[in-house]
């Protein structure tokens, strides 16, 4: 083989396996970041905080559409409040006082009412868009009977925000469903 076929080879190899690499890339589309930006910029908390939260999981990028991401988001919306009922009923084991008993209580609501929207999602798109906004009253009734005592406990109100920023998400992309 001579020096500039040699090269070409070399070139087109380069450009075969960059553009292999390119097709094959683990960041999202355009259109997926676009599904995800049109859905945070109509939230009524933070657009930033909401694509934070969805780019902290990588399924939310490789959705196509808003079913597909409606989906996603509802299985980390559920694994994320079963988490924190988990832990609101480890401090309830250690602190048994009225402000988390009530807290325990609420996500027990949060988590069956994410749970009957991923459930609705294909069957009845308006009783999963009430559920997941029901979720995010369940945190706020938590958060309300904390400050209602006097009671401050910060790991608490910091999921509860996190379950708001959910419900919020949810409650964008099941409206657009409808």
Known sequence: MSPPSQTRTLILSAISMSLLLLVNSPFPTTATSLIIESVCNQTSISSSKCVELL?????????????????????????????????????????????????AFWYEAVVGSF????????????TANYDVKIAGDDANNCETSMTSSGVKILSISSRNNTIKLYSDILFVITNKLD
């Open 55 to 103: 780019e902290s999981d990588p399924r939310s990028s490789s959705a196509t559409n808003l079913l597909d991401l409606a989906k996603v988001v509802l299985e980390a919306a559920i694994t994320n409040s079963t988490d924190s009922l988990s832990f609101i009923n480890k401090m309830l084991k250690n602190n048994g006082t009225e402000p988390i008993k009530k807290c």
């Open 115 to 126: 749970n009957s929207a991923l459930k609705e999602l294909g069957e009845d798109i308006e």
